[in-house]
């Protein structure tokens, strides 16, 4: 009798302890989606070419400095017999370009088939998802690396292949297929060819807000904001094109680094 009045008393403490959090569980569960093949929509994708003025301001009061010039432009392709879509960019520092991209992905779940990048100060790189092969300045990584630099983006990229990832390097084209609504967290298995492994990056639709544009038009815009390391980034996206039009990004204290869509150039 005595070990079963222990036994009640401990499970009534249980419970007492643990039945509040079930509400706040429940509603983590609901307002939180992991992204997957099934709940991306390529089809707001559209071929086109867009261009970013990305810039820094270091501090209150400073001057806007270090700007870049981003194209990136938008194809309909076929790969290797599958339908695709081809993401190319080119990113201008000033007078020079220091970095081209080549991205293939597939067209209905937008998971990576191939990357190839350069840059001007590291080389290049190539990640071939379909023949699960890659190479960084020509030299093929294997499993025989040892060099630290070379067994790290092979081990992250063999990691990766056995899941379904979106490539973080085109996080601009990744927001416009996410399902957006007011509240919802999405959980976006994000992976970077050539860097960390594959990782779930939270970033949580906050509210609304409006950009004015050309011709006193104002855009109705959802507020995406991801945290790393206690920084932000807050990313404007259009209701109803679903491209990112803004982005806000903390980088240290009173420093911040802009993205600002462009309405047209040449």
Not at 175 to 194: N, S, V
Not at 235 to 250: A, D, M, Q
């Amino acid at each position: 009798m005595n070990k079963t009045i222990k036994f009640l008393g401990k499970l009534i403490l249980l419970l007492a302890v643990y039945f509040p959090v079930l509400p706040a569980m429940a509603q983590i569960k609901t307002d939180t989606i992991i992204i997957n093949a099934e709940n991306v929509n390529t089809k707001v994708l559209k071929p086109s070419t867009n261009r970013y003025l990305v810039y820094f301001i270091m501090g209150k009061d400073s001057a806007r400095s270090r700007p870049q010039f981003w194209t990136r432009e938008i194809e309909y392709t076929d790969h290797n017999g599958k339908e695709a879509i081809v993401i190319t960019q080119e990113w201008e520092d000033r007078d020079t370009v220091v970095h081209k991209v080549r991205s293939v992905c597939d067209k209905k779940t937008f998971a990576p088939l191939y990357h190839h990048s350069w840059w001007k100060q590291m080389g290049t790189s190539e990640f071939d998802f379909t023949n699960r092969s890659a190479s960084l300045n020509g030299i093929p990584l294997t499993d025989a690396d040892t060099a630290r630099n070379r067994k790290g983006p092979w081990n992250a990229f063999k990691t990766a292949l056995d899941q379904y990832t979106l490539n973080w390097h085109l996080d601009l084209e990744v927001f416009p297929i996410l399902p957006y609504k007011e509240g919802k967290t999405f959980l976006i298995p994000f992976y970077d060819p050539g860097w960390q492994a594959p990782k779930n990056e939270v970033y949580t639709v906050t509210g609304s807000a409006q950009l004015e544009g050309y011709n006193d038009q104002k855009i109705d815009c959802w507020l995406l904001m991801h945290e790393s390391r206690g920084l932000k980034e807050i990313f404007w996206i259009s209701k109803k094109t679903k491209e990112v039009l803004k982005l806000e990004n903390e980088i240290g204290k009173g420093r911040w680094r802009y993205k600002i869509k462009l309405g047209f150039s040449i």
